[in-house]
Nanobody, 115 residues
Framework: QVQLVESGGGLVQPGGSLRLSCTAS????????MGWYRQAPGKQRELVAQIYSTGSTGYKDSLKDRFTISRDSAKNTVYLQMTSLRPEDTAVYYC?????????WGQGTQVTVSS
């Protein structure tokens, strides 16, 4: 079993930055894929970014210039650095881990971008 705990969400003004963190605990493989998804009101949950154990990354195309995902495998922690935040980035952000046939989700952390 795997547990994911996010931190770093909150209220930020447009143009500001936030860094989200997610720490995984439990039975975790070194090859696990970790990432971030988000869900805004009235919208489907969407992929923000993901990172493989090799360091290879993937992003939602419209976010790749503003968001950066990174990983500290020794700590089983993934980060999402968000810059130049816009009101449309407001959403609940979910940490995600995939290994073998199993997907695991954090409880979500609210990010609100508003003046």
């Amino acid at each position: 079993q795997v547990q994911l705990v996010e931190s770093g969400g909150g209220l930020v003004q447009p143009g500001g930055s936030l860094r989200l963190s997610c720490t995984a605990s439990g039975s975790i493989f070194s090859i696990a894929v970790m990432g971030w998804y988000r869900q805004a009101p009235g919208k489907q949950r969407e992929l923000v970014a993901q990172i493989y154990s090799t360091g290879s990354t993937g992003y939602k195309d419209s976010l790749k210039d503003r968001f950066t995902i990174s990983r500290d495998s020794a700590k089983n922690t993934v980060y999402l650095q968000m810059t130049s935040l816009r009101p449309e980035d407001t959403a609940v952000y979910y940490c995600h881990l995939s290994q073998g046939p199993s997907d695991y989700w954090g409880q979500g952390t609210q990010v609100t971008v508003s003046s």
